[in-house]
């Protein structure tokens, strides 16, 4: 019997993994197997930070506005901010807010002190 080659199917799908590890480092980018977990490894991590990051940016808006908000005035905070702005049915979101605190503080102080009115 002649011998039986295989097909390019299997090549063709460690090839396009290996593209995708092309940057990692060592084993990693070169062994099919570590390359197949580190790819696993890289595609959770990605889908996890997703919403941590999410998280993050709004952790970091809310201290952003805390802090200028609390600059201003002694009693005044961010709870009472935000609270006071959804009782004026005024629709400004945290990043924008928190955008507002760093480039014109000005301004948040002349909204701070519309709603507080």
Known sequence: MTRIKRGYIARRRRTKIRLFASSF??????????ITQQKIRALFSAYRDRGRQKRDFRRLWITRINAVIRGNSVYYNYSRLIHNLYKRQL???????????????????????????
Request: hydrophobic residues 45%; contains cysteine.
């Open 25 to 34: 480092q060592g084993a990693h980018s070169r062994l099919t197997r570590t």
């Open 91 to 117: 629709l400004l979101n945290r990043k924008i807010l928190a955008q507002i605190a760093i480039l014109n503080r000005n301004c948040l102080y002349m909204i701070s002190n519309e709603i507080i009115k």
